[in-house]
């Protein structure tokens, strides 16, 4: 019988399918025999064996070349090869386990695969060999990284573990080996994700030793003071980082020894390797609390050929085993870190507990690991502008129904990237850190087409016009430079406003000429305006292409939630308009003090020093003047060649002053005043290289304080450390001040203090240095409270009474031996890098009845974290035909949220739906009238849209909530609260079938949401 080619490559085909069965059915046979974990031994010390591999996203190599193995002269890394290595040898064991982590190189190596390793794959998983850990898009960063960013990267890698291989690939605990240092908030976070357990590498070298000796290197860590056990999560430490005990490294970038076991070799180790392992647990277990203990066998960018550790370990298990015949109370076996939670979890003891963070890190005494807090200040800048954009783009794309797109995907992935420990920190290479940055501005390109597309069909749907409208994103507005406003004799501008309520905005659009330009808002309406000059050292911004020499101001009052307004600005030769929206400018000689005012606050500054003297409340009786000062300082950083804790220099990691005393750059700033109708600006001078705008706008309730700096000088051969300092003068605040976390819940800190352990701090300025995610308060009781809002990430702390100081740039001259091989001196133009930034004082003085000091900050903080997204078109139309021909005012919801909830997330979901998060913005008793629950109805929400159902999941999305059942811990007293501003607990309370919800005080709810359009968008 003739066959043809086809039939033969069918038949083929069929033969291998039928094996491919049997191989299935036999893989499911081992599954269903054998349990998932190891449960040990009754009366033995068990040793949970974790393999595992340690895969940056970014650091001394780029993403793609850490995947690819490329530039191997800089690292020997290839994630690719360690996941071909790794599935290869669990295939062929079903004792071997392996933990992976980051999602983000996993689904690159998963997009490559053929159906048949997919399908290899998932049995590996369901037979538990294969476990994800963490499970977030990398393993972020807990001290620059913003929660709103924290959560979004996680739900990415959550989300897309969920869709491929379905709830039995969902992580369980959380896996932070690497970070410098550990925040509450995160601990609360993964908990509301629904992890049972937290472990991690790194904590301050004298906490471990206090641990160690008390054997409380495990706690349940109590991760917020106001959501209760909702929060709590338990907390492990790993003995050797993440790395396997002295001697047990059995990788090809390795150098310890195999166990030889040939008897016939000279070489034979294996009583010596027994002997030191069982040395080694024994140790390890005198800082623990159990019969159990963990190893990791594994570390940076190791199993690219796992053969050797799999052997390696085999050997090891079975000859450590052996001895017990001999009376040995060790065993030794494969596991993983939720079989080792397990574990602990069945040994149902009473753990101590946590309540404070795990900031800052030091590995030595002279080194803390607090310069990382600030470092790359523009890369930090630039992540959080980033992070505003994406929300603001989920929203649109919710809203106007153009779902899961690819180029929403690709920002969501590079965010999520830029989330990782060597990434945000400000701790990469040179090379890398460019790379990032590339990603963050091709994602912001993509995506703002899907806006911009959005927006046109939006305009062409329910106007005239015919043809599609170009908008039109600058992003270079940081540098006040736009193409459109600068060569256009009239345009458009639309604000978009990511908050769930109205919202005034100042907006500033760079123009060339001082000339009028007359703006017409979207009633047709013409609005005050003013004309600021440019301070030089805006023009002089190296690599600046731009004519705008000015700014021109307005003021967008009431833009809607989740909506935009439009404003039409026309280029006019009009001199009556030229003249009212002309700054006057003046440089005052005559006086002891110069007050610039809006109708709330004076800000005081002296003729003599140019400096900020004091901020006013003015009410019916006058002003009341608040005694305070402001200055930029320096600290040299050390340089050292890092032989020793005593010669460790300052650099991306390290921060370490060559003194305790940081310098004046100058005494005195030459300055000059600017006011207007809309905004009054003091324009200060300290150095060519360092000047700041003070800046009240019209009705404002706070003092902005604009700061440049750079490029850093460095000709003396010493590297620098810039901070701004503001000191309320004769305000006690016995050593204390407070920090976010994360940007959300405040933390007390006590200068040279630890809340659980004795400090020997022998660094007085880098020791007590503190991340400062969105702000820094001091208290000095209900009569005195003050804070300064950040744009970005910084290193913070109080070093005095009624001191602030946040650290703003960085340029060193050494690297501080961390690894990262670089010293931080970054450039541009063939010059220290120059940055631009913003810092914000609210004060409890400025307060009203409407709303009290904790308003003040939580509802500015909300502004700032997520600003409106600014949006430009070039128009032949006059003012007139733009308002009867343009959509100049949308809404994308049908009504706004109380002032105390925030709406953190909408962005597409899976099948159409969407995923929605709402928050409570308050800590208990923070605000007088707002930490009360506050009770919200979803079907009141969205304009557009019904929502037909609500379904609450877990913080990360991938798991309902009435499924959640997260182990409990017995657990000693709770650690008495150590805050001052803040409150009790409220119960939980629970949402109604009629979509009917109430939120606590810090409480985040997430919702997958069905919906169905009630009104025709295009």
Avoid at 756 to 767: D, I, R
């Amino acid at each position: 019988m003739e066959m043809s080619l086809g039939d033969t490559k069918n038949r083929g085909k069929t033969a291998m399918w039928a094996a491919g069965c049997l191989v299935f059915f036999a893989l499911l046979t081992q599954v269903i025999a054998n349990p998932t974990c190891n449960p040990g031994m009754t009366g033995f010390l068990n040793v949970h064996l974790v393999c595992h591999t340690h895969d940056d996203v970014g650091w001394l190599k780029t993403v793609d070349q850490y995947y690819y193995g490329s530039k191997n002269d800089i690292q020997r890394a290839g994630v690719q090869y360690v996941l071909d290595s790794v599935i290869q040898a669990l295939k062929d064991d079903i004792e071997k386990k392996f933990i992976y982590v980051e999602s983000a190189f996993f689904f690159r190596w998963w997009d490559n695969q053929t159906a048949d390793m997919q399908k290899l794959v998932k049995l590996l998983v369901a037979r538990g060999q294969l476990e994800f850990i963490n499970g977030g898009w990398c393993m972020n960063d807990e001290a620059a990284a913003h929660y709103n960013a924290i959560i979004d990267q996680m739900t990415l890698g959550l989300a897309k573990l969920n869709t491929t291989f379905g709830e039995e690939a969902r992580p369980t605990v959380a896996w932070q080996i690497d970070p410098f240092g550990h925040s509450r908030e995160q601990a609360s976070l993964f908990a509301q994700m629904g992890f049972d357990g937290l472990f991690f590498g790194r904590l301050d070298h004298d906490d471990k030793s206090t641990r160690w000796a008390e054997k409380t290197m495990e706690m349940v860590w109590q991760g917020s003071q106001n959501l209760g056990k909702s929060a709590w999560l338990f907390t492990g430490v790993l003995p050797n980082g993440y790395g396997p005990p002295s001697g047990f490294c059995f990788d090809i970038l390795c150098n310890d020894d195999p166990i030889m076991d040939d008897r016939r070799l000279h070489d034979y180790n294996v009583n010596e390797k027994v002997e030191d392992f069982l040395k080694a647990a024994q140790n390890q277990a005198e800082g623990y609390a159990t019969d159990h203990i963990i190893m990791t066998m594994g570390e940076d960018f190791n199993y690219q050929s796992a053969d050797m550790w799999y052997k390696n370990l085999d050997k090891l298990i079975r000859y450590v085993n052996e001895r017990q015949k001999n009376g040995s109370k060790v065993n030794v076996f494969y596991s993983t870190p939720s079989c080792y939670l397990k574990a602990l979890h069945d040994a149902n003891i009473t753990w101590p507990t946590k309540t404070d963070d795990f900031f800052p890190y030091a590995s030595g005494n002279h080194s803390y690991w607090t310069g990382y807090f600030t470092s790359r200040p523009a890369f930090k800048g630039y992540i959080r502008q980033t992070n505003n954009f994406l929300q603001a783009v989920k929203q649109v794309s919710s809203l106007l129904g153009l779902g899961q797109d690819s180029r929403l995907e690709r920002l969501k992935e590079a965010m999520g990237v830029m989330q990782h420990h060597d990434a945000v920190s400000g701790t990469a290479k040179q090379h890398v850190t460019d790379d990032y940055s590339q990603r963050l501005s091709l994602g912001i390109t993509e995506s703002f087409e899907m806006v911009a597309e959005a927006y046109s069909k939006l305009q062409q749907s329910t106007s005239e016009l015919q043809e599609s409208i170009d908008y039109i994103f600058c992003p270079l507005l940081n540098i006040s430079s736009c193409q459109i406003s600068e060569t256009s004799s009239a345009f458009i501008v639309t604000l978009y406003n990511p908050l769930a309520r109205p919202r005034q905005y100042y907006a500033r659009i760079p123009v060339p000429a001082d000339v009028g330009y007359k703006v017409t808002d979207f009633k047709g309406n013409a609005i005050e305006a003013q004309l600021v000059p440019l301070p030089e050292s805006v023009l002089s911004i190296p690599g600046r292409n731009s004519t705008a020499k000015y700014d021109l101001v307005f003021i967008a009052e009431d833009i809607p939630p989740l909506g935009f307004l439009q404003f039409h600005i026309q280029r006019t030769a009009n001199i009556r308009i030229h003249r009212q929206q002309k700054s006057s400018i003046r440089v005052p000689h005559d006086s002891n003090e110069i007050n610039i005012v809006n109708e709330n606050l004076a800000i005081g500054i002296s003729a003599r020093t140019g400096l900020l003297e004091s901020v006013g409340v003015i009410t019916s009786d006058g002003i009341k003047n608040i005694l305070v000062n402001q200055t930029f300082l320096w600290y040299a950083g050390m340089s050292g060649n890092n032989d020793n804790e005593e010669s460790r220099a300052s650099g991306a990691y390290i921060f370490r002053p060559n003194n305790t005393d940081a310098l004046p750059i100058a005494l005195q700033a030459n300055f000059t005043i600017v006011e207007g109708p809309v905004v009054a600006e003091v324009h200060q001078v300290w150095a060519p290289w360092l000047s700041q705008v003070l800046r009240l706008y019209k009705g404002q309730q706070e003092l902005e304080m604009e700061w440049i700096v750079g490029s850093i000088p460095i000709e003396d051969g010493i590297g620098k450390e810039i901070v701004n300092r503001v000191v309320w003068p004769g305000v006690n605040t016995s050593g204390t001040f407070y920090t976010d976390s994360n940007g959300r819940e405040i933390l007390r800190r006590v200068k040279n203090y630890r809340p659980t352990w004795k400090l020997n701090n022998q660094e007085p300025v880098a020791g007590n240095y503190y991340p400062v995610n969105s702000r820094l308060l001091l208290s000095a009781g209900p009569s005195f409270r003050a804070a300064i809002l950040t744009d970005r990430s910084q290193g913070g702390t109080s070093l005095g009474d009624g001191q602030m100081e946040l650290m703003v740039h960085r340029r060193l001259l050494h690297d501080d031996a961390f690894g990262v091989g670089e010293a931080l001196n970054e450039t541009a133009f063939d010059q220290g890098l120059v940055v631009r930034g913003k810092h914000y004082l609210v004060h409890s003085e400025f307060a009203t009845p409407d709303c009290d000091f904790g308003c003040l900050h939580r509802s500015l903080g909300e502004q700032l974290m997520l600003q409106p997204l600014v949006s430009f078109t070039r128009t032949s139309a006059s003012a007139y035909t733009w308002k009867n021909t343009f959509i100049t005012k949308w809404k994308g919801l049908k009504s706004s949220l109380p002032a105390s909830v925030h709406l953190l997330t909408l962005e597409p979901w899976t099948g159409g739906s969407l995923l929605l998060r709402l928050e409570h913005m308050y800590e208990t008793h923070e605000s007088a009238s707002l930490s009360d629950p506050v009770t919200v109805n979803l079907q009141d929400l969205l304009a557009d849209w019904e929502i037909v159902s609500a379904e609450e999941t877990t913080l990360s999305g991938n798991l309902l909530k009435k499924d959640e059942n997260r182990f409990e811990w017995n657990v000693k007293s709770s650690h008495k609260s150590n805050r001052v501003l803040f409150g009790q607990n409220y119960p939980q309370a629970h949402g109604g079938e009629d979509l009917t919800i109430t939120l606590n005080p810090m409480e985040i709810k997430t919702f997958i949401i069905t919906v169905k359009k009630v009104t025709s968008l295009f």
